[in-house]
């Protein structure tokens, strides 16, 4: 596809419940990143991948949380035992990391947990 | 401290008034700075980006970075009602990998 293209774009889930959140980059998009938003607020980072690596998984909140990208494209963010502050829009963005690019990160719509 | 810092405001300038909008960041080895805009209910998408001291000019919009200072600004010049929005500003910052942290966000309403 053109742009990036995340899944669900709406969740709505019980506390203590699994979520998988997909993410398909822009092809040929080697760098990947997920931000988390609250109302009134910035995205949060969260995970960056350069390929299929995690470079910076520093932003994950706690263990409950978890990315994947098995083949350098398409990325899943796993959330384990859901709890109410989990609930946010889950942004998945991708970029080219070329030293010529300008580091313009390319947004999906994003996915709307909601944790009841 | 936060890594990345604004104002939230929110910041309201008539229309045709110059608005202005401003950031400060925490690493010193940042080397690439971003504003998006973010209208509500939708994604961030950029507006500009600046990597050197000094100014940049993009039609009605000017970025300017002062290393130095650690500081990042937005001007907006001849401010439309289609201007209101929240403004991100976005570091790349070289620890971590260079991973982009954004600030909280300015919002910035534009009376008719």
């Known amino acids: 596809g053109a742009g990036v293209s995340q899944t669900p774009s709406n969740k709505v889930t019980e506390k203590g419940k699994y979520v998988e959140l997909r993410c398909d980059p822009i092809?040929?998009?080697?760098?990947l990143y997920w931000y988390r938003q609250s109302l009134g607020q910035g995205p949060e980072f969260l995970i960056y991948?350069?390929?299929?690596?995690?470079?910076?998984d520093s932003g994950l909140p706690n263990d409950r949380f978890f990315a994947v990208r098995p083949e350098g494209s398409v990325s899943t963010l796993k959330i384990q035992r859901t709890e109410r502050g989990d609930s946010a829009v889950y942004l998945c963005?991708?970029?080219?990391?070329?030293?010529?690019?300008?580091?313009?990160?390319?947004f999906g719509e994003g996915s709307r947990l909601t944790v009841l | 401290q936060k890594e990345v810092e604004q104002n939230s405001g929110p910041l309201s300038v008539p229309e045709g008034a110059i608005a202005s909008l401003n950031c400060t960041y925490s690493?010193?080895?940042?080397?690439?700075f971003f504003w998006y805009r973010q209208y509500s209910g939708k994604s961030p998408e950029l507006i500009m980006f600046?990597?050197?001291?000094g100014d940049k000019e993009d039609g009605r919009f000017t970025a300017q970075l002062n290393k130095a200072s650690q500081y990042v600004s937005l001007l907006i010049r001849d401010s439309q009602p289609s201007d209101s929005a929240t403004y991100l500003c976005?570091?790349?910052?070289?620890?971590?990998?260079?991973?982009?942290?954004f600030g909280a966000g300015t919002r910035l309403f534009v009376k008719a």
């Open positions: 600046i990597y050197s001291n």
């Open positions: 963005a991708s970029s080219l990391t070329r030293a010529s690019d300008t580091g313009e990160l390319f």
């Open positions: 092809s040929g998009h080697t760098a």
């Open positions: 976005a570091v790349k910052a070289r620890t971590g990998g260079f991973k982009t942290i």
């Open positions: 690493d010193r080895g940042s080397q690439s």
């Open positions: 991948f350069q390929g299929t690596g995690a470079a910076d």
